[in-house]
């Protein structure tokens, strides 16, 4: 799989995780860790900490620890 279609991958799969974390946090949040420990996030894991995907990569370990904690409320 090229960089490219793993970027659009990686972010379509975010898209989906933060429209549930609009109405279930807690439930998104275990479903984004449960997909980087799978074998399709892994996908993401070989390239993610790249310069040209820090952006996305630090929004998405921003939104983790977001969504943990209003899950753990």
Do not use: F, N, Q
Not at 26 to 46: F, H, K, M, N, Q
Not at 48 to 54: D, G, P
């Amino acid at each position: 799989m090229s960089d490219e279609r793993r970027r659009e991958y990686v972010e379509a799969v975010w898209r989906t995780l933060m429209r549930k974390a609009e109405t279930d946090p807690a439930g998104a949040y275990v479903d984004a860790v449960l997909w980087l420990c799978s074998p399709e996030g892994a996908l993401a894991w070989p390239w993610m900490w790249r310069e040209e995907y820090r952006k996305i990569m630090v929004e998405i370990g921003y939104w983790l620890i977001r969504l943990a904690t209003l899950s753990l409320g």
